[in-house]
């Protein structure tokens, strides 16, 4: 089960009604519980293919398999059972009066019956924070909290796989720390994840593979360590690894490819600083 593929584009291509072509032939699996970071400049076609997992998009050439089904004549709302999809712009997936109102549409549309619906609700309301503002219209949010209702919305269909197309945005740092701990608390629940983010040190700390895309057509697809090792790669692409990353490398480090602050601080202290014992002793 853990090596299901749910996601499956074969030859995906797709070129908009106005001839842009947004994506080559796209080769692409994901298996269930992965954690998986796509990355590239703008324009570089990760929101159209995201679109493609749950049907809001259809290929214009090529397949795209959700849990073995091909989503051509599949109804977003038949797939969204199984893909929720967090918009990059909160503002174009929300539309009723309040924010309770929001979060209980998906189920209701399904047929939940009212007793789950409130019961859904009420628990998501609590684990976004959102209970205070349970009433409120959702345009009358902050951008920050527009976001975690989105968010709010994909969790109440209880979704096998969760896509995000930039998380954090508009969100302050505590802000988007949070919404991140809770996309790791689904991960870490068994879910698998997608998100799409411009921010590498972000995708570096909590993504376990990252896909590059380049006009449309992977560049690059592996562990973050593997993916951010290439920097003048990604340069070309105009990406940057982490800054972590990039001084380790300026330091001397060949080896391999660190991530994260502590990672660096560790391995600074291993290579520049005495250790214990020999001070201890009185050699240094
Ligand atoms: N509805 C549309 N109609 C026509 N062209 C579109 C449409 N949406 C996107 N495009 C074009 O398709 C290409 C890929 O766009 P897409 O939005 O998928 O990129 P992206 O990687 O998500 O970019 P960003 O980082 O800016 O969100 C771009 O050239 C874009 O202009
Ligand atoms: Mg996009």
Redesign the pocket.
Known sequence: MAEENVLLCEQLS?I???G????ANINLSISQGEYVA?V??????????V?HFNGLLKPTQGKVLVFGESTQDKKVSYLSRRVGYVF?NPDDMLFCSSVGEEIAYGPRMLGFDQGEIDTRVQKILTELDLESQREIHPFALSLGDRQRLAVACALSLDPQVFVF??PTTGQDYFGGKSIMMLIDQLHAKGKTIII?S?DMPLVAEHAKRVVV?NK?QIALDGTPETVFSYTEKLRQLSLRSPQVTLLAQELGLRDRTLLRVPQIVQWLEAEYLPSPKRIQGGQV
């Open positions: 797709h908009y009604a106005n842009v072509q947004a994506l796509f590239g400049q703008n324009g570089s076609g990760k929101t159209t293919l679109k990059q197309d930039e799409i411009h895309l449309g």
